[in-house]
């Protein structure tokens, strides 16, 4: 019988204020050696799971046992100095964790090349890509050499190549001394996993091989959603609250040559697109390739050095509080206030964007009803779980029915029920005329774009539907790609033309 190096008996945690507890008599294990995926929705109780195991948090009841010397822990939120530089970083973890001498020197060393890290030494970490940062994030995780790695959500913003990278450095992890338990919202990495446990309500609904799961057949998304209650439900009162938006324009956004630089690097290079009204355009590329640049001198939050930005016939630079009034923007990490409720954040924002009096009133009652907002209005937002920070920022962004929304990762890190949700209230807004530009790294809510723009080193290196830019890396050996094949087909093809040149 394989070892357990984590044993949990009946395990239940409450917080003050709540009334159903975080964790709910679980009783669980997690055996040594294998790579264990921990799944559920937003709220389930994974990180305070993990917590516990940490030992960060403390049972109400129950008795946990982990049969390690050393545990390492990522955090879900970047927990590592951005002000400091990667080595010192790293530096710092093997200070605190009392690693010294050779051992030191071969452990850094080690950790170096296996994150790939080893150029960007000198790097502050507030600079490095969001794949980079996880990187590091697991790297400082591992410079006590921890029989146990409790990795929270490690994939939550990072591009389809840098996951797999970071998928395979964990495998290697897991054959020699290390034990994994992965918190995850990519269902195709739970697959992965050599065992899962599905938390729902703070309770265990599933622990097993993934194979089990799904009865070795079926989608292992449907499954998910099935086990926990079935489809969300097809929500249109987001939509039904905006106004048909007028279609007066051939291009609603458009980028002519758009560049940024910061002294000798080029951020964006000579940019161009065009997006139609009632058209859902995406921008895809690796982490660090130029889409986030891009996207906020669409949104006209950053200058361009040269060239320009045209929101609904307006230029960006020139015009812009008539420009900003036609559009809603949500920040690819959360930006609205946390120390102000929800009900807090909604007047301001709806005050913010002109809406007063019993028009104010009636459109906060109505996202109110329409995100389930009324158990956590008067929570401070930085408390809320993670899908329901979402839903507040969507909230805020549409108060004013702008005619363009520009949404940057907005399901980045929630579960698959939510994330169908979201898209329902995207598509429903679109059908009412609302133009949307997305930024995404789920290759499978690509495809519900209409056309997308690949990004990387600054450019745009290719541009077409889903399906064109399919066919552009269709071959013999690849004669059905997926979203996810084609992305990184087409990023290595630039980098091979990147080389030769």
């Known amino acids: 019988m394989t070892e357990n190096i984590v044993e949990m008996t009946n395990i239940t945690r409450r917080f003050a204020g709540t009334d159903a507890p975080a964790i709910d008599n679980v009783t669980a294990t997690i055996p040594k050696g294998k790579i264990t995926g921990l799944i559920g929705p937003d709220g389930a109780g994974k990180t305070t799971l993990i917590r516990l195991i ?60 296996f994150t790939s890290l080893e150029p960007f030494t000198k790097r502050l970490a507030g600079k490095l890509s969001g794949g980079m940062k996880q990187k590091l994030g697991i790297a400082c995780s591992l410079i006590s050499r921890p029989q146990l790695l409790l990795l929270d959500e490690p994939g939550v913003g990072v591009d389809p190549i840098s996951r797999r990278e970071l998928w395979d450095m964990v495998i290697e992890l897991s054959k020699g001394d290390i034990t994994v338990l992965w918190s995850t919202s990519y269902l195709n990495e739970a697959e992965k996993c050599d065992n899962i446990l599905l938390l729902n309500k703070g309770k265990l609904l599933f622990e097993g091989k993934p194979a089990d799961f799904t009865d070795k057949g079926g989608s292992f998304e449907d499954k ?16 039904d609250m905006i106004s048909r938006v007028e279609k007066g324009h051939e291009a609603v956004i458009e980028a002519k040559n758009l560049t940024k630089r910061y002294g000798n690097f080029t951020a964006a290079n000579n940019v161009n697109f065009s997006v139609k009204p009632g058209e859902i355009f995406g921008l895809l590329g690796p982490n660090g390739a130029g889409k986030s640049t891009i996207f906020r001198m669409m949104c006209g939050l950053l200058r361009p050095t040269s060239g320009q930005a045209m929101v609904t016939g307006l230029n960006l630079e020139t015009a812009s509080g008539k420009a900003r009034a036609n559009i809603g923007y949500m920040a690819q990490k959360f930006s609205l206030y946390r120390d102000l409720s929800v009900m807090q954040n909604m007047k301001f924002f709806s005050g913010a964007y002109g809406l007063k009096g019993r028009k104010q009133k009636e459109r906060i009652d109505e996202i109110i009803d329409i995100f389930d907002f009324r158990h956590y209005l008067y929570m401070n937002a930085g408390e809320l779980p993670l899908g329901y920070k979402q839903r507040l920022a969507l909230a805020c962004a549409v108060m004013h029915e702008p005619a363009v929304l520009f949404l940057d990762e907005p399901t980045s890190g929630v579960d698959p029920i939510m994330r169908r949700e979201f898209w329902t209230h995207i598509k429903g807004m679109v059908k009412k005329g609302v133009t949307i530009m997305v930024t995404t790294h789920f290759m499978e809510e690509a495809e519900n774009c209409d056309r997308i723009s690949l990004i990387y080193k600054a450019q745009s290196i290719a541009i077409g539907t889903p399906q064109e830019l399919k066919n552009m890396v269709k071959t013999e050996k690849l004669p059905n790609p997926t979203m996810e094949d084609t992305f990184i087909e087409l990023v290595k093809r630039n980098e091979k033309t990147d080389t030769a040149d």
């Open 224 to 239: 998910f959603i099935s086990v926990l209650g079935g489809e969300p439900e097809q929500d249109s009162r987001l939509a």
């Open 54 to 113: 940490t030992g960060l948090l403390l049972p109400t009841s129950g008795e946990i046992q982990v049969n390690a010397d050393y545990i390492g822990y990522m955090p879900q939120q970047f927990g590592l100095y951005e002000d400091l530089t990667v080595m010192q970083n790293i530096d710092l973890y093997a200070d605190l964790h009392g690693v010294t001498g050779q051992q030191r020197k071969e452990t850094v060393e080690k950790l170096l090349h």
